[in-house]
DNA sequence: CCTTCGCTTGACACAGTGTCAAGTTGACAG
DNA sequence: CTGTCAACTTGACACTGTGTCAAGCGAAGG
């Protein structure tokens, strides 16, 4: 759908802005940083981009399709068990957190301050809410869902606690190798939701 | 100690930024705006904090002083076993984040940016760290860690679960009433930690 | 040949941080 | 009473970054 936008001009400032976003997560890079390394004037990117937070929503839209997140989300989509699915689940999004963490970030810095950034980058947490809500409920349907808990309640509990922030704060901050937080995503969260 | 400042022109800078921040923790408030709440002129502002990071440092000792942090967390530190001083150290957190809230967003929001505020942050972390620490500790001399889980890596788990930001995903994201966070991070907690 | 589209160049307004210099005021010492 | 000093004020400035505007340029297509 997106991936229409072929147009190479913008496909060069997006591949620019995603790599620079990518090499550097935390630091906010200016405009003109995105329009030299796109090889391309400031204003040129302003006629293809208006706001910065717009241009941060498209490259969040570009990098998903780039990565074809339907895809990996098959596995999870066709798991039988509420067990293997949220397992399925958490696995795909230990692999895909680590390849969108720096325009994530991104988002989220201006998440604070900007009313669109913070549309898209709600608009992406719903999407992956109903990933996660979908593997509670498979889980509920299995009987498998701890006492206690309600499909809405267990829900923010997954989502906070596989959020993009949480990993940064593992891995990061407290310098986890991927393995390690694979691992205990999957134990824990069977901790935090299961019978 | 820190409360030895008691300059009443510093004070009031103090006191107007914390309302500030607390009345609005997302955005971040100009300089002269905080001088203007104050009273005073932006440049006396200046003349106490020569930069904007060090105002913010210098309010999340003051909050952390005037709220008495070494009363509340007694219970904590006087309990007789691991699972007390657990349930103790999380009712003291769970009561304390909303109270510090707007001014540790504050900090996290620079922290990305400002390598003070990024060391101001790493220093409270710290210190919340310890505590999540001590109380893994005392789980552990109790025989009460769950098997598999080493010192270390249950404290990372403890103080990522009990986060700022974990904290405001589910009370401010997820909209729940703060006592539902608090009986629910008891439980989890219990979950993630224990045998 | 002339238009139009996509881009460039260079200017500008605006907000916010931090700096500087000169002036005011009030308290306190001699 | 006078002089001094510290704390504060006023008003300017430089700098960075965003977003806007207007004029120009070059190549593709009617």
Redo the contacts with the bound molecule.
Sequence with gaps: MSSDDL????KKILDATWKLLEANPAR?????EI?KTS??????V???F????ELLIAVTRYTGDQLKVDELLAPSRAAETGEARLAAYIDFWATFIPQIYGVMKALLVMRDS?EAARAAWDDRMAAFREGCEAAVKALKRDGQLRAGLTVPVATDLLWTWMSVRNWENLTIDCGWPQSRYRKLMQETARQLLMA
Excluded at 7 to 10: A, L, Q, W
Excluded at 28 to 32: G, L, N, R
Excluded at 39 to 44: N, P, T
């Design positions: 147009n190479p001009t913008r906010v890079v200016p405009m003109s329009a090889g391309i004037s400031r204003q040129a302003y006629l293809h208006p706001t910065r937070a900007d």
